[in-house]
């Protein structure tokens, strides 16, 4: 794991969004990124999942500040599948809550009309 607190984006790895619906039912768009390229940015929020299952949801504060959270945060890179970040909202405890039970959208339903 490396921690950057680079903007620049190298590879087009967040050039797609896929959307997963948190606890509250809020949707969200999440951008993809490299598991094998994996650096964290300071003003960045992470979910890391195995498959459709959330295993850790949080920032480079958490990491820093919650010794719980660093030792969460290792175990779920030992398992993740896919990692998705997003820009780190204005109120990041509570979109954590809601993102750690969150699971990814189903596809919205064109009907006629």
């Not at 003003?43 to 504060?61: N, R």
Request: charged share 20%; with cysteine.
């Amino acid at each position: 794991m490396m921690l950057s607190g680079n903007t620049h984006r190298v590879g087009g790895d967040r050039a797609n969004v896929v959307h997963w619906q948190g606890h509250s039912g809020r949707a969200y768009g999440l951008r993809p990124r490299a598991l094998d390229k994996f650096a964290m940015e300071e003003a960045e929020l992470y979910l890391i999942a195995k498959g459709s299952h959330v295993l850790w949801v949080g920032s480079t504060q958490d990491l820093v500040a919650d010794p719980i959270s660093r030792s969460r945060f290792r175990l779920a890179l030992d398992c993740a599948t896919n990692v998705f970040s997003l820009a780190a909202p204005e109120n990041r405890l509570a979109t954590i809550w809601d993102l750690e039970q969150a699971t990814p959208a189903t596809a919205p339903v064109a009907q006629a009309a």
